[in-house]
């Protein structure tokens, strides 16, 4: 069976680069046209909408599902990719068990309320509202169902990935999907932009982790990626690069709870 290959890592982070110049010119060319004087009116229904998911509300429920829902999510390919040395546990699932550990829901937790509650506000103060033209209307809570359920069915493809395909065609198929989920279902740069860093960054965030022996990645699944990317041949840490596309499909899930749980307490507050 084909696994991740270390190779990937420069290709990946080069189709990254472009993404990312692409949603910048995307955002210049389509904001151009706008009239240059915004009412005080639209500034302040802007900034309103930046602030709602970080009311602490929103952030409660959304740590809430990070630590019940986002293990059994999370755990769908971690028994192909990594193995639990600190406080591990067996889930059931449909389809078999899946492991995880008693560490993650909590690190889930605050990641979700990260993601789907802080973060995005943050990047449409530095990228703005510009978003794709064409996003299908639906309602915030089954914005939300759907993208959960996609999110699942890409890390599911990711276990699919590193088992059977190629690292390089993986990673395309997986970046692939990740793309059309952001596109059907969010579609705000903003959003896009987030979840490229994050992919990024997921990674190097879990090296602490790795160092102090709460889990590790199996032989076959590691290449070492965003290391590699740049000389470095962290061996001690082996980094997957297919988790990278994984951690953009979380993010954009995040983001769709995080608006979903929005609307629900202006709901419940009105």
């Not at 279902?185 to 602490?208: I, K």
Request: hydrophobic share 50%; aromatic share 8%.
């Amino acid at each position: 069976s084909a696994v991740p290959k270390p190779g990937s890592s420069a290709t990946m982070a080069a189709a990254q680069l472009l993404a990312i110049g692409a949603i910048a010119w995307s955002q210049h060319t389509h904001t151009a046209n706008l009239p240059s004087l915004t009412s005080h009116a639209c500034r302040s229904t802007v900034l309103k909408l930046q602030l709602d998911t970080a009311r602490p509300q929103v952030l409660l429920r959304l740590a809430a599902f990070g630590g019940a829902v986002g293990p059994l999510v999370d755990a769908v390919h971690n028994q192909v990719l990594l193995k639990y040395d600190v406080l591990p546990v067996q889930l059931p699932l449909l389809l078999g068990t899946a492991q995880t550990s008693l560490i993650i829901p909590p690190l889930l937790a605050i990641t979700y309320a990260l993601l789907g509650g802080l973060f995005p506000a943050l990047a449409q103060q530095l990228v703005g509202n510009g978003s794709l033209q064409g996003v299908p209307a639906m309602s915030s809570a089954r914005r939300a169902g759907l993208a959960v359920a996609s999110t699942v069915l890409i890390i599911k493809a990711s276990e699919i990935c590193a088992l059977a395909l190629p690292a390089k065609v993986g990673l395309v198929l997986l970046y692939g999907m990740c793309t059309l989920q952001w596109a059907v279902l969010d579609g705000a740069f903003a959003s896009a932009l987030l979840a490229l860093l994050v992919s990024v960054a997921g990674p190097v965030a879990e090296l602490p982790f790795i160092w102090l022996g709460a889990w590790h990645y199996l032989p076959e699944s590691s290449d070492y990626y965003p290391l590699a990317r740049f000389g470095i041949d962290a061996g001690w840490a082996g980094l997957a690069a297919i988790t990278a596309p994984c951690y953009f499909a979380v993010t954009t899930d995040a983001i769709a709870l995080g608006r979903f749980f929005s609307d629900l307490t202006s709901k419940r507050e009105g």
